[in-house]
């Protein structure tokens, strides 16, 4: 089920305080263990992670998609986009779905596959044999089978 | 920070990857069978968490790069062709051709994997164009990452992988790459690697010229803000040849939030017209008749039809539009039942958002914000700002061997995809002259480097030995930026503005600004000459003595600091070798407003090399073979 979130004015990627709850029960917070470009920070203070350096956010949507609590939004770059627009997913293992609301209200809903195996089985030969042992050859793990 | 309770940490392995991204994941993947057979160790370094690193870290809408030869639908040859001429014949057919001959099998393994590929009622692959093909691509990094931790775990002991390691540089013995060395971005760790064969795989370079947007919007670059010149800075400092490094990659895409315009173009056959509506790749058609003979060859250049758009706007026809609203009009109009019709408007407003949603969400997030639906209004596109990718349309990377069987003599020097440095090789947006080889194309190449590698460890056994002085030296200077903050910056009321240092991200915009105004960035419309490239050169001599004072903070901030490194050397070799081609020709990715033209003379390789002994730049003019 969607639960629709309020969007607030303050960064390209924020945290909604009363959401976050510092992943308390995990040995790090999801957001910093996924940021690609390293700017979700726990505050130790607080207990409320961060983005440290929003002009250095790609807006790729890793720590809204990872958190566990929905904490994270993204609000558009203020340098070019007019405000009220929101974009906000919901990843499951096999499926995304995003919820899409304009700056006039209007709402639109997708719902895309994103994988066909279960999360954490994938056997890397796929069952492909590699038709040589020959270090030296031209014939690549897997190949010719794979080809 | 107290400096003295840094942890020197040394790891031992056999191959070294360096980076997460496509092509590190596909090394990983490779060398994990082969060096199980021979007993090696394989270790992956990563900057960042692999399942969401490098330029696919958000996901991707479509693989661009599938033949299907094995369906009879292209040819390896073919393929060739298509590239060479898109780079206005500026490639090395051998490393296009190996790619080419090995990606289906790098597809079909990510299919099974867990990738869901689009399929026609057929069963067959949807094809966006003639060589991509579409996907639902959000987790197509997670899946392949995934499938690369597996096989480094196959390996047992043998095989293993660090995150949030930031590599600086390599470690050489003589003329030798054995090794690199790093930090964690974490905790107080400096890391040494000793191997005996190094795979550079750690992407290409973003910010090195100034981004349109310098507010919030300077993060939402085209290519990740993350991938920051690393692999060049590697290759360079050890020594290795480079290639192609005034190619540059300019790519046209959705203006401010730089949405992918491929499935525009190609699935709904989208035209780009100016503000009155004219499509000026028609208009225009004479110009291309100038560059000749690329010009006349399908599918025009992408530099040219940058090119051309450009010349609109110089004519004050902007702004230019992607006119969405009729490609998918006339999508619908085709279908003369009523119910059907609006069954196909659904679907394709439906595909019209995954594929940003898939890759650029930032682009939906702008149409939601602006009110756009694109089935009724068009969307303005622009030419972004430069960047260093060769795994795209541009061709910036090391000077790497071709396989004996295809690489015509001095091409080939013993290992696939080895630099010119003995022991290291280079793969992904690190190997140069080898475009357009795209996600699936940098994985597979970084399975061909990884199983040549190995092969290289196997024929150099020995173990290599790093002297304790040679690690305490390289500790000094990977920890200097923090030493120099911690020695000045109580000095001053404010950490950021100290005559002692710069901070690296002044540092940044300081090598943006240079590289913008002086060799040809977008605020100059991409164009530059021997005059403004010599004083740019000039002015960034300046900025290497003043490397030498960053400061950093913090480790993060530290990290920040050598990325800038990074990207000042990129940009060195960058204005080296623009001044070196005296020509003009990609004239959609920069102008040299002194030599207009194309030349015949220069349908050539223009090369350089970084003397380690020296510190002199050689510049070497290489025949296309």
Same mark, same amino acid.
């Given at each position: 089920?969607?639960?629709?979130?309020?969007?607030?004015?303050?960064?390209?990627?924020?945290?909604?305080?009363?959401? *976050?709850?510092?992943?308390?029960?995990?040995?790090?917070?999801?957001?910093?263990?996924?940021?690609?470009?390293?700017?979700?920070?726990?505050?130790?203070?607080?207990?409320?992670?961060?983005?440290?350096?929003?002009?250095? *956010?790609?807006?790729?949507?890793? *720590?809204?998609?990872? *958190?566990?609590?929905?904490?994270?939004?993204?609000?558009?770059?203020?340098?070019?986009?007019?405000?009220?627009?929101?974009?906000?997913?919901?990843?499951?293992?096999?499926?995304?779905?995003?919820?899409?609301?304009?700056?006039?209200?209007?709402?639109?809903?997708?719902?895309?596959?994103?994988?066909?195996?279960?999360?954490?089985?994938?056997?890397?030969?796929?069952?492909?044999?590699?038709?040589?042992?020959?270090?030296?050859?031209?014939?690549?793990?897997?190949?010719?089978?794979?080809? | 920070?107290?400096? @003295?309770?840094?942890?020197?940490?040394?790891?031992?392995?056999?191959?070294?990857?360096?980076?997460?991204?496509?092509?590190?994941?596909?090394?990983?993947?490779?060398?994990?069978?082969?060096?199980?057979?021979?007993?090696?160790?394989?270790?992956?370094?990563?900057?960042?968490?692999?399942?969401?690193?490098?330029?696919?870290?958000?996901?991707l809408s479509a693989i661009n790069?599938?033949?299907?030869?094995?369906?009879?639908?292209?040819?390896?040859?073919?393929?060739?062709?298509?590239?060479?001429?898109?780079?206005?014949?500026?490639?090395?057919?051998?490393?296009?051709?190996?790619?080419?001959?090995?990606?289906?099998?790098?597809?079909?393994?990510?299919?099974?994997?867990?990738?869901?590929i689009w399929?026609d009622?057929?069963?067959?692959y949807v094809n966006e164009g003639r060589w991509q093909i579409m996907i639902h691509g959000?987790?197509?990094?997670?899946?392949?990452?995934?499938?690369?931790?597996?096989?480094?775990?196959?390996?047992?002991?043998?095989?293993?992988?660090?995150?949030?390691?930031?590599?600086?540089?390599?470690?050489?013995?003589? #003329?030798?790459?054995?090794?690199?060395?790093?930090?964690?971005?974490?905790?107080?760790?400096?890391?040494?690697?000793?191997?005996?064969?190094?795979?550079?795989?750690?992407?290409?370079?973003?910010?090195?010229?100034?981004?349109?947007?310098?507010?919030?919007?300077?993060?939402?670059?085209?290519?990740?803000?993350?991938?920051? +010149?690393?692999?060049?800075?590697?290759?360079?400092?050890?020594?290795?040849?480079?290639?192609?490094?005034?190619?540059?990659?300019?790519?046209?895409?959705?203006?401010?939030?730089?949405g992918p315009v491929g499935a525009w173009f190609l699935l709904f056959k989208s035209k780009?017209?100016?503000?009155?509506?004219? @499509?000026?790749?028609?208009?225009?058609?004479?110009?291309?008749?100038?560059?000749?003979?690329?010009?006349?060859?399908?599918p025009?250049?992408?530099?040219?039809?940058?090119?051309?758009?450009?010349?609109?706007?110089?004519?004050?026809?902007?702004?230019?539009?992607m006119?969405t609203?009729?490609a998918i009009?006339k999508l619908v109009?085709e279908?003369?039942?009523?119910?059907?019709?609006?069954?196909k408007?659904?679907e394709l407003e439906s595909e019209a958002w995954e594929d940003f949603?898939d890759m650029?969400?930032?682009?939906?997030?702008?149409?939601?914000?602006?009110?756009?639906?694109p089935?009724?209004?068009?969307?303005?596109?622009?030419?972004?700002?430069?960047?260093?990718?060769?795994?795209?349309?541009?061709?910036?990377?090391?000077?790497?061997?071709?396989?004996? #069987?295809?690489?015509?003599?001095?091409?080939?020097?013993?290992?696939?995809?080895?630099?010119?440095?003995?022991?290291?090789?280079?793969?992904?947006?690190?190997? +140069?002259?080898?475009?357009?080889?795209?996600?699936?194309?940098?994985?597979?190449?970084?399975?061909?480097?990884?199983?040549?590698?190995?092969?290289?460890?196997?024929?150099?056994?020995?173990?290599?030995?790093?002297?304790?002085?040679?690690?305490?030296?390289?500790?000094?200077?990977?920890?200097?930026?923090?030493?120099?903050?911690?020695?000045?910056?109580?000095?001053?009321?404010?950490?950021?503005?100290?005559?002692?240092?710069?901070?690296?991200?002044?540092?940044?915009?300081?090598?943006?600004?240079?590289? @913008?105004?002086?060799?040809?960035?977008?605020?100059?419309?991409?164009?530059?000459?021997?005059?403004?490239?010599?004083?740019?050169?000039?002015?960034?001599?300046?900025?290497?003595?003043?490397?030498?004072?960053?400061?950093?903070?913090?480790?993060?901030?530290?990290?920040?600091?050598?990325?800038?490194?990074?990207?000042?050397?990129?940009?060195?070799?960058?204005?080296?070798?623009?001044?070196?081609?005296?020509?003009?020709?990609?004239?959609?990715?920069?102008?040299?407003?002194?030599?207009?033209?194309?030349?015949? @003379?220069?349908?050539?390789?223009?090369?350089?090399?970084?003397?380690?002994?020296?510190?002199?730049?050689?510049?070497?003019?290489?025949?296309?073979?």
């Amino acid at each position: 089920m969607f639960v629709w979130i309020t969007n607030q004015e303050i960064m390209p990627s924020f945290v909604i305080t009363e959401k *976050c709850d510092g992943c308390k029960a995990q040995d790090r917070t999801a957001c910093q263990y996924i940021c690609p470009n390293d700017l979700m920070v726990l505050d130790t203070t607080s207990n409320k992670a961060y983005n440290r350096a929003v002009d250095m *956010c790609w807006e790729c949507y890793s *720590c809204v998609k990872i *958190c566990p609590t929905q904490a994270i939004e993204i609000r558009g770059y203020a340098d070019f986009m007019p405000l009220g627009g929101v974009v906000q997913p919901l990843r499951s293992t096999d499926s995304i779905m995003w919820a899409v609301r304009f700056r006039n209200k209007m709402v639109k809903r997708f719902k895309f596959p994103i994988r066909t195996t279960p999360e954490g089985s994938i056997e890397p030969d796929a069952g492909f044999s590699t038709g040589t042992d020959d270090l030296k050859s031209t014939v690549l793990r897997t190949e010719p089978d794979s080809l | 920070m107290n400096l @003295d309770n840094f942890e020197t940490v040394v790891v031992e392995t056999d191959l070294l990857i360096l980076g997460g991204g496509m092509a590190a994941c596909g090394a990983a993947f490779e060398a994990a069978h082969w060096a199980k057979k021979h007993g090696l160790r394989v270790c992956l370094v990563d900057k960042a968490s692999m399942e969401r690193s490098g330029a696919v870290a958000m996901g991707l809408s479509a693989i661009n790069l599938y033949l299907g030869v094995s369906k009879g639908n292209n040819t390896v040859d073919e393929y060739v062709n298509y590239v060479k001429n898109d780079l206005m014949g500026i490639a090395r057919k051998d490393l296009v051709a190996n790619i080419a001959r090995h990606v289906d099998s790098s597809v079909h393994l990510f299919e099974k994997w867990g990738l869901p590929i689009w399929k026609d009622d057929e069963g067959n692959y949807v094809n966006e164009g003639r060589w991509q093909i579409m996907i639902h691509g959000e987790s197509y990094k997670n899946i392949v990452s995934e499938a690369a931790k597996n096989a480094l775990k196959e390996l047992g002991e043998n095989g293993s992988y660090y995150e949030r390691i930031f590599i600086i540089e390599p470690v050489m013995i003589g #003329d030798r790459c054995v090794g690199a060395m790093g930090f964690s971005v974490r905790e107080n760790k400096f890391y040494v690697f000793k191997a005996k064969a190094v795979l550079d795989s750690m992407g290409g370079a973003v910010h090195v010229f100034r981004p349109r947007s310098v507010g919030e919007g300077l993060g939402r670059s085209w290519y990740p803000p993350f991938n920051s +010149g690393a692999s060049t800075y590697f290759t360079l400092k050890a020594g290795a040849e480079m290639t192609c490094q005034e190619v540059r990659f300019v790519p046209v895409r959705f203006k401010d939030s730089y949405g992918p315009v491929g499935a525009w173009f190609l699935l709904f056959k989208s035209k780009a017209t100016n503000a009155k509506g004219e @499509d000026y790749m028609e208009t225009r058609a004479a110009e291309l008749e100038k560059w000749a003979p690329y010009g006349a060859s399908k599918p025009t250049p992408a530099n040219l039809r940058n090119y051309l758009m450009l010349l609109e706007l110089e004519a004050g026809n902007g702004p230019i539009y992607m006119r969405t609203d009729e490609a998918i009009q006339k999508l619908v109009a085709e279908i003369p039942d009523e119910k059907e019709a609006r069954r196909k408007m659904k679907e394709l407003e439906s595909e019209a958002w995954e594929d940003f949603l898939d890759m650029t969400v930032s682009q939906a997030l702008n149409w939601a914000s602006h009110n756009i639906m694109p089935e009724e209004s068009p969307s303005e596109i622009s030419a972004c700002e430069p960047y260093f990718i060769s795994s795209h349309s541009g061709a910036s990377g090391a000077w790497v061997s071709g396989p004996v #069987d295809l690489a015509p003599g001095e091409h080939h020097w013993g290992y696939d995809n080895m630099t010119t440095t003995k022991g290291l090789f280079a793969a992904g947006d690190a190997s +140069g002259a080898s475009s357009h080889k795209f996600s699936s194309g940098s994985f597979t190449e970084g399975r061909i480097a990884g199983k040549a590698a190995i092969a290289f460890c196997m024929d150099h056994p020995d173990a290599i030995k790093i002297s304790d002085e040679q690690i305490a030296a390289m500790k000094e200077k990977a920890l200097m930026p923090l030493k120099i903050f911690e020695e000045h910056s109580g000095y001053t009321n404010d950490v950021d503005v100290n005559p002692n240092y710069i901070k690296p991200k002044m540092f940044m915009f300081r090598l943006q600004k240079i590289m @913008d105004e002086y060799a040809g960035g977008a605020s100059v419309g991409f164009k530059t000459s021997d005059a403004l490239l010599t004083k740019g050169l000039e002015y960034l001599q300046f900025m290497k003595e003043d490397a030498e004072k960053l400061a950093a903070g913090d480790l993060n901030e530290l990290m920040r600091c050598w990325e800038n490194v990074h990207r000042m050397w990129q940009a060195e070799s960058h204005i080296r070798t623009v001044l070196f081609r005296e020509e003009t020709r990609w004239p959609g990715y920069y102008f040299r407003t002194d030599y207009p033209e194309m030349k015949e @003379d220069w349908e050539a390789f223009a090369n350089c090399r970084w003397d380690p002994e020296t510190g002199e730049w050689e510049m070497i003019k290489r025949e296309l073979l």
